[in-house]
């Protein structure tokens, strides 16, 4: 069945009662959560996995005033509003939700997931979020990552080339 990018953006405050929804009907809940800020392949197959793993995948979006606060003041190269489209019209992404905060332990509060997923650039024993995601009886997995594939890898193959003057970036 097809849904509309729009039909999967959950504000926060709504996202409680769906959660409930989700937990009652006996729901295997997956989350992750990031910038995903220039969609690429990596991106995509790590949802993909993520998915898999469950029968509900939803993605928390980090908001432009928190990527900032990671990446820089240059990032994000793509608005918030654009990004939760993005990500939501991916088939893989049952439903998308924007939180403010730099790490994601208030969104995985509200959701209490089986499942929480992040790429293999990170140890589950380094994330802030195990312990919320453990204290509900959930499980952190670190997925591979797709070799070649991260924004920051683009961003600096795309000022690179602009310095040798192979592209026109304008």
Sequence with gaps: MFRRPESKIVSRE???EL???LHASGKKIVTTNGCFDLLHWGHI???CEARGLGSILICGLNSDISVKKIK???RPLVDENTRLL???GLEAVDYVTLFPEGTPEAFLEIVRPHFHVKGGDYRPEDLPEKAVVEKHGGQVKCLKMVPGFS???LVNKLVSLRAEGEANLE
């Design 86 to 88: 993005q990500v939501a």
């Design 151 to 153: 924004t920051t890898e």
């Design 14 to 16: 709504s996202l409680g």
């Design 45 to 47: 197959a790590y949802l």
């Design 19 to 21: 959660v409930k929804k």
């Design 72 to 74: 820089g003041p240059s």
